[in-house]
């Protein structure tokens, strides 16, 4: 008799989407603080905005858009059982995912060295609203750092499982939720773009 | 091997053609936030909510799944945005 092994490829994906609805409203919640913040200080976040570089910012924006090809790509060929290329475009994405985090660790590191971060002294000669605006840059931006983080991790783990062939053409779902989380990362970004980046 | 249920697959060239969308939205994006103010607000209210739904659509597959899924996402989404509306609502009465 052989081991009957169950499979629910739908039940798979509905639960990913309600664990990415649980990613929503925690954005959700620092998007709903943030127009609150910038509402009531209008004037101290358009100058502190100005700050950011807009093309880093963009830079950053071109990488995540890309990778989220890449990933889709590789759910598409893993479904015309294409492995080669299904491993390929998943380990592009984890790449992007790695050089976005390089660039956001250049640009944390540029403002720590002017002392704007919660508490330096380059935060501290300046209006509580650009205070304010800095911190939401830091938590919003630092979450979504820390998701594109678990997504790299998350994608360099479907790598390895496409090439023993435990993710194939039959049974993709994990590359396929993986994909959901890593889209849902970018979504975020697309946000934090006009939010911060071109507040100014 | 089992039959299973498996995905809807999207071909190459439309992944291309949402990828090339996005990048050309991005930069309108990043040009109309220099024309003005008002510029770069509207830019940023009509067409960062269309850059997500290209992705929620097309990369995410939504557009391809059953109804239950969909209204599933439509009325997480709609939560959020009434949250939003109810803060809007409480500042500019206050």
């Known amino acids: ?151 790299t991790v998350l994608l360099t783990v479907m790598a390895v499982l496409v090439s023993r062939e435990r993710v194939r053409q039959d049974d993709y779902v994990l590359l396929e939720n993986s994909g959901l989380y890593w889209h849902l990362v970018d979504v975020i970004w697309i946000f934090l773009l006009p939010l911060f980046y071109l507040a100014a | 091997m089992s039959v299973r249920e498996q995905g809807h697959t999207i071909e190459y060239p439309t992944l291309l053609k949402v990828w090339g969308a996005l990048v050309l939205l991005t930069a309108a994006l990043v040009g109309a936030s220099r024309v003005s103010e008002a510029a770069a607000v509207w830019a940023m209210l009509a067409l960062t909510p269309l850059k997500a739904a290209l992705v929620l659509y097309f990369f995410m597959h939504l557009k391809y799944e059953k109804a239950v899924l969909k209204a599933m996402v439509f009325t997480a989404l709609a939560v959020l945005i009434i949250f939003i509306g109810m803060l809007f609502l409480d500042i500019s009465f206050r």
């Open chain 1, 1 to 151: 008799m052989s081991e009957t092994v169950h499979h629910d490829y739908q039940g798979a994906k509905i639960g990913m989407w309600l664990f990415l609805f649980t990613e929503f409203m925690l954005f959700g919640g620092l998007f709903i603080l943030y127009a609150g913040s910038r509402a009531l200080n209008p004037e101290a976040f358009h100058s502190a905005g100005r700050e950011l570089s807009v093309p880093l910012g963009v830079a950053n924006t071109v990488i995540l858009l890309t990778s989220s090809l890449f990933v889709a790509a590789a759910i598409t060929a893993i479904q015309k059982g294409n492995k080669k290329l299904s491993l390929i475009l998943t380990g592009l994405t984890a790449a992007c995912g790695a050089l976005f985090l390089v660039n956001k660790a250049a640009e944390w590191g540029m403002k720590f060295h002017h002392g704007i971060y919660p508490n330096g002294p380059g935060l501290a000669q300046r209006p509580a609203g650009e205070a304010l605006f800095f911190g939401l840059y830091y938590i919003m931006t630092g979450l979504h750092g820390l998701h594109v983080l678990a997504g």
